[in-house]
Nanobody
């Protein structure tokens, strides 16, 4: 059974960095497109970054140049390196994959303070 477990969130000052991890179980990472989403309190969930099975990446405009999505196939782990963090990046961050259906992790919270 597919399971996704995010980690790496926390409290960080504006301008700082965090690296989120998403450990994937029951699936092969590089056979699937994977995505990071985020949801701020009272807001809709929004797509942050994607990586295809072939390794192509794409980013939402609001994180381009600051965030990097990557994966380690041997560790079966997806990453999101977040630099130059802003208070508006505060949200719960989720990784997701579609195989036979959508699978989501429980999320990891990121709080950026000034």
């Amino acid at each position: 059974q597919v399971q996704l477990v995010e980690s790496g969130g926390g409290l960080v000052q504006a301008g700082g960095s965090l690296r989120l991890s998403c450990a994937a179980y029951g699936m092969i990472l590089n056979l699937n497109d994977m995505h990071w989403y985020r949801q701020a309190p009272g807001q809709v969930r929004e797509l942050v970054a994607s990586i295809t099975a072939g390794g192509m990446t794409d980013y939402a405009d609001f994180v381009k140049g600051r965030f990097t999505i990557s994966r380690d196939n041997a560790k079966s782990t997806l990453y999101l390196q977040m630099n130059s963090l802003k208070p508006e990046d505060t949200a719960n961050y989720y990784c997701t994959v579609f195989i036979d259906r959508d699978y989501w992790g429980r999320g990891t919270q990121v709080i950026v303070f000034t």
